[in-house]
């Protein structure tokens, strides 16, 4: 290292392990006669398996496949790799490194290499993404940025197969990402995110739960640290490149974020604690409008109670909060009706309805899926239109897990002892075994046709 660089890494380590920085003249001279005696003919096979491990360590990194945190590494590694007087200093530092990208993965980014910039002062860093996998692929490489690389004049995104480049005057394709990044991180099916009332976003309390990727092994659900990283990453990045997400997160945590203390009020916006007028919130601040009036902001709307009338609206009630997971299937299951009237989100939505269904665990959490499920079915035949080219696949598994769970309702009814039917049963999975067999005249028809006859069952 030059000494600027030598002093940045020593100032990162202080209080973490004795350094210091001393200059070596013995043992730069002796790596510059040996880059000297190095003859470059006999470099052609060396060189040339380097380049085929860089070939291999970036189809991973992009498919995403062993996600790594030092794309911005192979980026220099591969230009340095071609410059004859970089390659004869540089040669055994270029193998080791690429043997511990390809050993460590995500993992190679202890507080040394935290701290060592991959780009010297004057240098950009430049990071190429897949639009077609935006997230994944910018994931590992804006983690394992140092946080200045990642700021105006430092920083150049690329996309993968196009021409469109930041030039030096600003950050044209930096905010395209960041604005295409927001978009696809406020996507409940990532699991990142919470919708809440207001159309405001919380952060979800368990990353990843119930989500229809939840089982993928580099998704939210199994790498929810990482994940949470990266959105505040982006958000820092969205700051200083001056570029809103287009995220509107809840105020709570947004005071969360500037090191404020959240009040009452926020509970508005929190998931699964305010539905309408008949929420947890509602009910607490009826209950604090008599015991504490200084918490609440003046509403003449609120009705206050004697101590009388309290304790016969508390009396039978059970003093239980919903859980985390409670408030996730309830924030969900809101999401999947609000989608009903918006085409862009009928595909995401019926995945995820068929999801809720699936992992269900009680009959209320059954019905309260069941009956958001029907809200988009609803909204998808008022609409009639030509249904998005992936709806058909994702109607029919909305279609088995609505049958899945309303034979699971039945069971458990049969369990509990419970008065049903068992000729309206039989009725019922004939009407679906004759659903199923309809073939449809044509997909822009048929699946609105086959939607209708299967809609009254539900």
């Not at 507080?111 to 991959?118: D, I």
């Not at 004939?430 to 199923?436: D, I, K, N, V």
Request: contains cysteine; charged residues 25%; negative net charge.
């Amino acid at each position: 290292l030059d000494r600027s660089q030598a002093e940045r890494v020593a100032e990162h380590l202080r209080g973490e392990l004795p350094c210091s920085v001393r200059l070596d003249r013995e043992g730069a001279a002796a790596a510059a006669a040996l880059a000297s005696a190095v003859p470059a003919q006999d470099d052609g096979p060396r060189r040339e398996r380097l380049r085929r491990r860089l070939r291999e360590l970036r189809e991973r990194a992009i498919n995403d496949d062993m996600p790594l945190a030092g794309m911005g590494l192979l980026h220099h590694i591969e230009r340095d790799l071609e410059d004859d007087e970089r390659w004869r200093s540089r040669a055994a530092a270029m193998a080791h490194a690429l043997d511990r990208l390809q050993t460590l993965g995500p993992d190679l980014m202890d507080p040394f290499s935290r701290a060592f910039s991959l780009a010297p002062l004057g240098r950009k860093v430049t990071i190429s993404v897949d639009r077609n996998q935006l997230l994944k692929s910018a994931l590992g490489p804006v983690l394992a940025a140092v946080p200045h690389d990642l700021c105006p004049g430092r920083l150049c995104m690329k996309y993968l197969g196009e021409e469109g480049e930041d030039g030096d005057g600003g950050g044209g394709v930096t905010r395209a990402f960041l604005t295409h990044a927001g978009q696809l991180v406020a996507d409940p099916l990532l699991g990142l995110l919470l919708p809440s009332p207001g159309g405001h976003l919380q952060l979800s309390p368990l990353p990843g739960f119930l989500t229809p990727s939840a089982a993928d092994a580099d998704g939210v659900w199994q790498q929810p640290e990482r994940w949470t990283r990266f959105l505040g990453r982006l958000l820092g990045m969205a700051i200083v490149h001056e570029c809103p997400l287009g995220v509107l997160l809840a105020p709570s945590l947004c005071k969360q974020l500037l090191d404020l203390e959240p009040c009452f009020e926020d509970l508005q916006f929190a998931p699964g604690l305010s539905d309408g007028g008949a929420g947890w919130y509602n009910t607490l601040r009826v209950l604090l409008a008599q015991r504490a009036p200084d918490l609440l902001k003046d509403d003449p709307t609120v009705v206050r109670l004697d101590s009388d009338e309290l304790e016969k609206a508390l009396l039978g009630l059970e003093a239980v909060m919903p859980s985390r997971s409670q408030q996730i299937f309830e924030a969900l299951s809101g999401h999947v009706a609000g989608a009903a009237h918006s085409p862009q989100l009928w595909v995401g939505a019926a995945d995820l309805a068929a999801c809720l269904l699936k992992e269900a665990k009680t009959s209320a959490q059954r019905k309260l899926a069941m009956s958001k499920a029907k809200e988009l079915i609803d909204g998808v035949l008022v609409a009639d239109r030509e249904l998005p080219p992936d709806m058909p696949r994702a109607l029919q598994a909305l279609r088995v897990a609505i049958q899945s769970a309303g034979a699971m309702q039945a069971a458990q009814k049969g369990e509990a002892g419970e008065a049903y039917d068992l000729e309206e049963q039989k009725r019922l999975a004939a009407a679906w075994e004759r659903s199923s067999e309809e073939e449809p005249k044509r997909w822009a028809d048929g699946p609105l046709a086959q939607i209708q006859s299967w809609r009254t069952i539900v």
